[in-house]
């Protein structure tokens, strides 16, 4: 009887686990067929991710593409939100694997969806991988050596300077400067910086470029952010759109320095958003912080 009754119960778990995995199945048919519902709750919410996996390796490899851009999208929801290593990396192996879809927008969205993910996440072969899609042709190359940079993957320096001597785009090129810096490179750190003393300081810098200078983790760089943190002249516009009054541009940079800094002065949220409410104060505050450590360390496992 005690047998029996054991019996059952594991085949209801089992039940249970696959259902899931069933739900996934359909609703890929159902986006096959032209649905555009949400991803069912019982996916999301599901406990064993490894079996959902199984599901979705199998259709990103379908010959449709909004197939398999909603498989690699979900795969990636799924990664992020896990704590396992072996669902992280089986999910972060999907991604890369995406990166040489032949369609543009899935690949772009497979290269930047990895940089949700930690360094520890990544192998070695999958690393490899991810440095023979440095080529000039690849889709969101920018992206990718950006990825690469971030992983700190030294073999890949080599690639990444000969990319320098490709036909690039500015845009591509650029990247590859600030991924070299991010790897410590400091021709490619002398390069940009000689590119920001030209540089004046102004929406388009602090929207467009700033970002990319964060990324980079590079003290000779931060502390060209630090000046801009310093002045007081108004020189970029409101986030308000119905107010034309300039702002200090600091402001703004603030935002994304903040995530990068090991021991910032003011909290992040787990999104990365400054948990403050009065700038002005908090302007001051970073200010005197950065009076008060003349070095500081960075994180280097977040993009």
Not at 44 to 51: I, S, V, Y
Request: net charge negative; with cysteine; charged share 25%.
């Amino acid at each position: 009887m005690k047998c029996t009754l054991m019996i059952l119960m594991l085949a209801v778990v089992a039940t249970a686990a696959a259902q899931p995995a069933n739900d996934l199945k359909e609703y890929l048919e159902a986006v096959r067929k032209g649905s555009y519902d949400p991803v069912p709750p019982s996916v999301l919410k599901a406990t064993e991710a490894m079996p959902l996996l199984d599901v979705l390796a199998a259709y990103e490899q379908d010959t449709i593409v909004r197939v398999r851009s909603r498989a690699y999208s979900i795969a990636r929801r799924i990664g992020t939100k896990s704590e396992v290593p072996e669902v992280r990396a089986t999910v972060v192996d999907q991604l890369t694997m995406g990166i040489g879809d032949p369609d543009g927008g899935i690949s772009g969205g497979c290269s930047g969806g990895l940089t949700g993910f930690a360094p520890d996440d990544f192998s070695v072969p999958v690393k490899a991988q991810i440095q023979a899609y440095l080529l000039p042709a690849t889709p969101h190359l920018d992206q990718v050596a950006m990825l690469i940079g971030y992983l700190g993957y030294d073999p890949a320096s080599a690639s990444l300077q000969g990319l320098l001597q490709e036909r690039l785009s500015s845009t591509n090129k650029w990247s590859v400067r600030l991924a070299l810096a991010r790897m410590g490179d400091q021709e490619s750190v002398t390069f940009i910086m000689e590119k920001l003393t030209a540089a004046a300081v102004s929406d388009n810098l602090v929207y467009d470029v700033v970002p990319g200078l964060v990324y980079t983790r590079e003290p000779a760089i931060f502390e060209f952010l630090e000046q801009i943190i310093r002045q007081d002249e108004p020189l970029c516009q409101s986030a308000d759109p119905d107010s034309s009054r300039k702002i200090r541009c600091g402001y703004r940079v603030l935002e994304y320095m903040a995530y990068a800094i090991e021991d910032f002065p003011i909290p992040t949220d787990e999104d990365g958003e400054l948990e403050l409410d009065d700038y002005e104060a908090g302007l001051q505050e970073v200010r005197a912080w950065f009076d008060s450590h003349e070095t500081y360390s960075f994180k280097m496992d977040v993009y």
